[in-house]
């Protein structure tokens, strides 16, 4: 993984914010072109189908079709992977989460993006836009792609009555041992973290991504704790086999390996003391090969029937009130079921952020935990 040091992010950071303060942000693009004829994307799987999985989800053919920009995708398999990626230089454009967002942003991978070139971003949720992990001094830095709670999921033959909080992967994780299934990267301390806002106040966690080292440290203690009774997954297809082939029966989860587990006795919920979770964006490479094709990307997936399609497959929630009105038809109840308008419920879920060594705060007296040190408490966590 590539690690950015602190001292090397803020001095990236003023230069970003130096550049937002000018009318016309560096690198962005002013008009829009023809498509390339090619566009290549660093993808979470599941977000650019072709109808190979399942022919009713099919919205990367019809932009091929209407553009004329063939799409080549790679899935990656953390957001640590996806900035590696991008930093290839190889990529136009990548789905990223907000644990890099602002890691792509201060290393000056991606570029600012011109809304205006993207008709269909007006209709996009106001709550979504201009958001900390997707803009810069008011300057967007991507599109919404789609939104969603980190789950529990849970075997229903061996856990009958669903779980009201975290405690079956915690305290309880003894009752499984070894068949607690744990997602395997370094961003999960903050579910650490997350637990013990509720489990011990005296730690006084405001913020589960920006801890100081005492909390940090508490954290730790926990996972290292859990590990005796985890078994780790990097990549959706992993998770799905081991509940597949029942070797695990409780963990967390997204809603796509829920939605991928049809014939498996599992269910999913988000316990009382809410849960970590991601807002992803969309983001063009300041470096893009093919940005004509880009945009027309951004744009489609920002339209009612791709994002409809796209969200009701993965399983978040929708961007828009049209695009709910379209999934509709895919999933009646898709947006209520993923709680797309209530911001209410997005309020229990803490979005994905990259922990920052001045705490992500604007007081010079504070201190946290960086992200280097995050990766390297992962390590040993993982590593026993």
């Known amino acids: ?50 109808g190979e999985n399942d022919p009713a989800y099919d919205w990367v053919t019809p932009f091929e079709e209407e553009t004329g920009c063939q799409v080549n995708t790679t899935d990656m398999t953390d957001s640590g992977n996806g900035v590696d990626l991008m930093q290839t230089g190889e990529y136009d ?55 969603g709670a980190n789950l529990l999921l849970y075997n229903t033959d061996v856990i009958s009555e669903a779980p009201t909080s975290w405690a079956p992967v915690w305290e309880d994780a003894g009752d499984y041992s070894g068949q607690v299934s744990i997602y395997n990267y370094a961003i999960y301390i903050a579910d650490a973290a997350l637990h013990l806002m509720q489990t011990d106040p005296d730690l006084g966690i405001e913020n589960p ?32 086999q081991s509940f597949a082939a ?75 009130d049209a695009a709910c009105e379209a999934a509709e038809a895919l999933s009646p109840g898709h947006c209520e079921t993923f709680h797309a308008t209530d911001e209410e419920y997005f309020g229990r879920v803490w979005y994905w952020a990259t922990p920052q060594a001045d705490c992500a705060d604007e007081d010079d007296a504070t201190e946290c935990v960086d992200w280097d040190a995050w990766v390297e408490a992962w390590t040993g966590v993982v590593g026993g």
């Open 1 to 50: 993984m590539t690690k950015l040091r602190i001292p090397a992010l803020l001095v990236v950071l003023g230069l970003v914010a130096a550049a937002c303060a000018s009318p016309a942000p560096s690198g962005m693009l002013e008009t829009l072109g023809e498509g390339e004829g090619e566009l290549n994307l660093v993808i979470w799987a599941g977000y650019a189908e072709r």
């Open 93 to 147: 454009g990548i789905s990223a989460s907000g644990d890099a967002t602002l890691r792509l942003i201060a290393a000056g991978t991606v570029a600012p993006v011109n809304v205006e070139l993207i008709p269909n971003y007006v209709q996009i949720f106001e709550g979504l836009k201009l958001q900390p992990h997707n803009s810069v001094d008011g300057v967007p830095y991507g599109v919404p792609h789609g939104r």
């Open 209 to 240: 991504y920006q801890l100081n080292q005492e909390q940090f440290d508490a954290a730790v203690a926990l996972l290292q704790a859990q590990s005796e009774h985890a078994i780790y997954w990097g990549t959706a297809a992993e998770q799905i």
């Open 246 to 320: 029942e070797e695990a029966v409780v963990g967390t989860t997204w809603q796509y390996q829920a939605n991928n587990l049809t014939d498996s006795p599992v269910a999913v919920t988000l316990p009382d003391e809410g849960s970590t979770g991601w807002s992803d964006t969309w983001m063009i490479a300041s470096d893009a090969a093919h940005p004509n094709c880009m945009y027309k990307w951004m744009n489609h997936m920002a339209s009612a029937d791709a994002n409809a399609q796209a969200t009701v497959w993965f399983g978040e929630a929708a961007t828009s």
